[in-house]
């Protein structure tokens, strides 16, 4: 059984301060969400956690060995240097999908995002450290299949990159709808999945359904961990083993 720990970052009444007093330059609010978003990364990557972009003003992060005070220090961390300040919720839940559920909740009971007087919340409860094990996260690294050679290499930019976001697109809310598994999109033709304990013929089942809905061809590996850095790395090298056979499906899998 896999237990996610799940963690909702949202820039407190970012949209009204997009604003105000006027609308400010596009480029600098890029600037600002692309260096948050960096900055997460790292801070939470140095704990064994993953930060996803996602929207930019709400940011996903898979924080297993995170407590509450090192979420604490990050959000005062940010308070401190950023004209923003971030609200994080914390949730647990046997599929990624349900911890998002509780923290987004956590969120939401405190107020709307766009709340003036919400700012700097920091609730929910983390895994209790005596629980923890190796197998607390599975992560799906996604590939498609030779994106360079079919895709990059053979179309303009842009019909490459709408290839890949249908088949994003479709894996994602797959994912989400039969599964509670929680998919990003990382850069290139790279997927990160979380997900609950799925085995090798729901993987398969999945690279099929994207390939026969978005005519997208993926292979994956995957990983378990008691991080999400210790889970994704396995998943890095189930990817390699994929690439070196000629696989579909490779890892820490039961079969
Ligand atoms: N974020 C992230 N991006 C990656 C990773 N590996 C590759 N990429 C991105 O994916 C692009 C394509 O690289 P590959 O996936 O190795 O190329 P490919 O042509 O699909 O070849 P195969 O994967 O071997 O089928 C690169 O330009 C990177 O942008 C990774 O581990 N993480």
């Not at 990050?74 to 647990?92: C, F």
């Not at 085995?199 to 690279?207: L, Q, V």
């Amino acid at each position: 059984m896999t237990n996610t720990q799940v963690t909702l970052i949202q820039i407190d009444n970012y949209g009204p301060w997009t604003v105000t007093p006027a609308p400010r330059r596009e480029t600098d609010l890029q600037t600002l969400q692309s260096r948050l978003f960096a900055d997460l990364s790292q801070q939470i990557g140095a704990h064994g956690g993953y930060a996803f972009f996602t929207r930019f003003d709400n940011i996903i992060a898979v924080t297993n060995g995170m407590d509450v005070p090192d979420h604490a220090r990050i959000q005062e961390s940010i308070g401190n240097r950023y004209p923003v300040t971030i609200s994080m919720g914390i949730g647990l839940g046997e599929t990624p999908a349900e911890a998002l559920v509780e923290a987004t909740t956590r969120l939401q009971e405190q107020g709307s995002a766009q709340d003036q007087d919400r700012r700097e919340v920091l609730l929910g409860s983390t895994l209790n450290p005596t629980e923890r094990t190796d197998e607390d996260i599975q992560i799906a690294h996604f590939d498609v299949i030779d994106a360079t050679g079919k895709y990059t290499d053979q179309l303009d930019a842009f019909s490459t990159f709408i290839h890949i976001e249908q088949g994003y697109a479709t894996l994602m809310r797959h994912l989400h709808d039969e599964y509670g598994g929680l998919a990003f999109f990382v850069g290139g033709d790279n997927v990160i999945a979380v997900c609950p304990e799925l085995e090798t013929p729901e993987y398969e089942a999945i690279i099929e359904h994207v390939e026969s809905t978005a005519n997208v061809t993926l292979q994956v590996g995957v990983g378990a961990g008691s991080t999400a850095h210790d889970a994704g790395m396995a998943a890095k090298h189930g990817l390699e083993v994929c690439r070196e056979e000629g696989t579909r499906v490779e890892g820490s899998l039961a079969d």
